[in-house]
């Protein structure tokens, strides 16, 4: 009778353990960040270790262009226009109209949050809860992660095809520098050796300073700008507008198909959304860079599209190289040589940007208690996260110097496609009230919540049924489901007016973005779809392990900002 008696003592004590872990595994996971005013700003005169707000209006726009024209102008406009013909022009416009709503979403939170680190981690953060925003984290790093390393190889590519022009290198530069990489293991292993030396001269330039990444990136950006203006401007004298037709030679589906792969060109837009701790007027700036880089970009993606399917038939365009297989033809081959100049200018503020914006994140993390506390700091000298900025480059460096990462390209794109739907859906969330109050209760938050969940089920099976050709009855239907939940969002909540720029057309805007982009995520490789539920449950992992526990919501951290050339010093304090 003892042993049984302790027996079911034993039990409940382990059922009680078990149901206190659990209990603390969710109020810990569903509690938020309260969001702080923007104005929660207070002089301060003696010293600190912090970030320095040294990044003017320009070098915002500037830090978007740079971060999104690389790669995507050189090597994919090419790639798709072998399917989608001259329509790529219209894949470009599609994709540039689904970023400048999702940049409106951006805008508007960054315009709102206190000018911190953080971007769609810090207002997943405050909207939803701190599990999501783990999860959203872990997401777009994976992505940053892959991309930095591709970017690199690619970028040791293009170094090394300028390196043969000189007669002192051609023919004798081994694949293992920089060239796809000496293969090992049937190509399991690829080693490269250019790619992480170029990573390491970037993440020592990003570890000396703000000012001194922002201006390597604004002349990289300012001559791959002016170089594609003058391709276009070349290339416009050799068109030949018979190659425009057929227009879309395959059908629109293609161009539609095309569209969801070149939405990625676009992508670096957030990366000023997380400059927002080094930028001197947030409030201000912070729109018109997001916005304003994401439409230059827009004009030069159709600019060039226009000009190499004019040039040359779609089906003659080389995939590796389109812009300057289609200079070559035509026997501008110093056109060719400016071209490769450009994609290297291109591909290095690409990735200059990426690792920048990495260690930001890192930082975020690193100050909540989510990561180490080692991410948080400071270097007291060069105001920049040293710590996290090494540890970006090493995780890239190793990636780039041992892998073929471009194997793993479709898999990436995900982390995009779910924060910038998480971060529309942030400014519904953060824009709810009752009607009779201006506070929300949770029973609205909670139908407002349902209602977007039930947009991105709805656009994520429309994708599904376009991509297999399901009949048009069940696409019909999802997106009739899609337009009803959109409804309740109108006539069922309302809306709280802000101060500053807001972004147009709450509930519709978010919500269209969250449609289009589970569309495009239902389009891409499936392997991505199994990488996103791989990584949310080692994610989910790390969190119960560790996060949980480090985390200290109830304590107060201050932050300390300076301005550039020995102006105020000035303390932002956030209030977990």
Not at 465 to 488: D, N
């Amino acid at each position: 009778m003892g042993g049984g008696q302790r027996r079911t003592t034993q039990n409940q004590t382990t059922s009680s353990a078990s149901s206190s872990c659990w209990s603390h595994f969710w109020s810990s996971a569903l509690r938020t960040k309260p969001l702080g005013s923007p104005l929660e700003v207070a002089v301060r005169t003696n010293s600190g270790d912090g970030l320095v707000r040294r990044l003017g209006m320009f070098d915002l726009i500037l830090l978007g262009v740079g971060a999104s024209i690389g790669a995507g102008i050189f090597v994919v406009t090419g790639t798709v226009a072998h399917d989608a013909g001259p329509g790529v022009t219209i894949s470009f416009i599609l994709a540039g109209v689904s970023c400048v709503l999702n940049a409106l979403c951006y805008a508007e939170l960054a315009c709102r949050f206190p000018a911190v680190v953080g971007g769609a981690y810090l207002y997943t953060y405050t909207a939803f809860n701190e599990l999501t925003a783990f999860l959203v984290f872990a997401q777009l790093m994976l992505d940053y992660h892959i991309g930095a390393a591709s970017i690199a190889r690619s970028l040791a590519s293009y170094v090394v095809t300028i390196l043969e022009l000189f007669p002192i290198f051609k023919e004798n530069i081994p694949d293992w520098i920089g060239h796809g990489g000496q293969k090992f293991l049937g190509g399991a292993i690829s080693i490269n050796v250019l790619a992480p030396v170029l990573l390491v001269l970037l993440t020592v330039i990003l570890c000396r300073g703000v000012g001194e990444s922002a201006a390597v990136n604004s002349f990289m950006t300012a001559t791959k700008v002016i170089i594609v203006i003058i391709v276009i401007f070349a290339g416009a004298f050799e068109v030949d507008t018979s190659n425009w037709t057929p227009f879309a030679p395959d059908g629109f589906k293609p161009i539609l198909t095309g569209a969801t792969v070149v939405f990625f060109a676009y992508v670096g837009f957030d990366a000023v959304a997380n400059s927002a701790e080094e930028s001197k007027r947030p409030q201000r700036d912070l729109p018109i860079g997001i916005i304003g880089s994401l439409l230059i970009c827009i004009a030069l993606y159709i600019g060039v599209c226009l000009v190499i399917t004019g040039m040359l038939p779609y089906y003659l365009l080389g995939e590796d190289a389109p812009l300057a297989n289609a200079f070559t033809s035509k026997g501008l081959k110093f056109v060719s040589i400016l071209i490769s100049v450009g994609a290297v200018a291109g591909l290095t503020t690409t990735l200059l940007v990426g690792l920048y914006v990495q260690s930001r994140l890192y930082l975020g993390l690193g100050r909540d208690g989510l990561l180490p506390s080692v991410f948080a700091r400071v270097h007291p000298r060069c105001h920049t996260p040293i710590h996290s900025q090494v540890w970006v480059g090493i995780v890239a460096a190793a990636l780039a110097g041992l892998f073929n990462v471009h194997i793993l390209s479709h898999i990436l794109s995900v982390g995009s496609l779910t924060g910038y739907s998480v971060v529309a859906a942030c400014v519904v969330a953060l824009r709810l009230k009752d009607k009779a109050s201006s506070q929300v209760s949770s029973s609205t938050w909670r139908e407002g919540v349902i209602c977007l969940l039930i947009v991105a089920c709805g656009g994520f099976s429309a994708g599904l049924c376009y991509r297999f050709s399901v009949s048009i009855v069940f696409l019909v239907v999802a997106v009739v489901v899609a337009i009803l939940a959109m409804g309740a969002l109108c006539f069922r909540q309302v809306y709280a007016d802000l101060p500053g720029f807001s972004c147009p057309g709450v509930p519709i805007v978010p919500a269209a973005c969250i449609f289009f982009n589970m569309f495009l995520f239902a389009q891409i490789h499936h392997e991505a779809w199994v990488r996103f539920v791989i990584l949310c449950i080692i994610t989910v992992g790390i969190y119960a392990f560790y996060g949980q526990y480090h985390v200290d919501p109830s304590s107060e951290e201050t932050i300390i900002y300076h301005r550039a050339s020995g102006e105020e010093r000035l303390i932002v304090k956030l209030h977990h």
